[in-house]
T-cell receptor
Framework: DSGVTQTPKHLITATGQRVTLRCSPRSGDLSVYWYQQSLDQGLQFLIQYYNGEERAKGNILERFSAQQFPDLHSELNLSSLELGDSALYFC???????????FGPGTRLTVL | EDQVTQSPEALRLQEGESSSLNCSYTVSGLRGLFWYRQDPGKGPEFLFTLYSAGEEKEKERLKATLTKKESFLHITAPKPEDSATYLCAVVGNNNDMRFGAGTRLTVKP
């Protein structure tokens, strides 16, 4: 158990809908990262937050947004969902920018 | 731009047959190289962090080594439970973690 929690574990929704994925980092970690992993694809970095501030952006679509709250948990919002958004979404946390990232169990999103 | 290339893409071994996985990287100012293990449908599990050329770390049947251009993950006498995808990642001066595509390891009994 990495100490990073993600909810929900599974999410099934329809095209055009909006969903929110939640992540709680390990105790004491200030950085939160979001990744997308499609079937048989590598991990694609989406976005990073550090202590509430957006720090880095990767291949994140404009339909996606995220935020980190004062208690350090983070939410990833996905809107106007398309079939291609079906994937595993992972959250990771670390204590500082370049330190080891610890991953949560992921949320499996299925868009029908 | 930082790049990470892992080889081979897939590796099939017999139980007890030792081998190595390769991770070649180009990065501006290496701040850390990371190895993870990922089982299907699960989150990556941290294995090792290496910070400088010449460094080595071991854990059970796994040993990671680092040079200025690549890292190796050596697997000694693997067991079927070692079957997984092994991911390599680097962090450079920009503090962004870049992952390779992974090596899918299958160990047959």
């Amino acid at each position: 158990d990495s100490g990073v929690t993600q909810t929900p574990k599974h999410l099934i929704t329809a095209t055009g809908q909006r969903v929110t994925l939640r992540c709680s980092p390990r105790s004491g970690d200030l950085s939160v990262y979001w990744y997308q992993q499609s079937l048989d694809q590598g991990l694609q970095f989406l976005i990073q937050y550090y202590n509430g501030e957006e720090r880095a952006k990767g291949n994140i679509l404009e339909r996606f947004s995220a935020q980190q709250f004062p208690d350090l948990h983070s939410e990833l919002n996905l809107s106007s969902l398309e079939l291609g958004d079906s994937a595993l979404y992972f959250c990771a946390s670390s204590s500082w920018a370049a330190s080891t990232q610890y991953f949560g169990p992921g949320t499996r999103l299925t868009v029908l | 731009e930082d790049q990470v290339t892992q080889s081979p893409e897939a590796l099939r071994l017999q139980e007890g047959e030792s081998s190595s996985l390769n991770c070649s990287y180009t990065v501006s100012g290496l701040r850390g190289l990371f190895w993870y293990r990922q089982d299907p449908g699960k989150g990556p599990e941290f294995l090792f962090t290496l910070y400088s050329a010449g460094e080595e770390k071991e854990k059970e049947r796994l040993k990671a080594t680092l040079t200025k251009k690549e890292s190796f993950l050596h697997i000694t006498a693997p067991k079927p439970e070692d079957s997984a995808t092994y991911l390599c990642a680097v962090v450079g001066n920009n503090n962004d973690m870049r992952f390779g595509a992974g090596t899918r390891l299958t160990v047959k009994p």
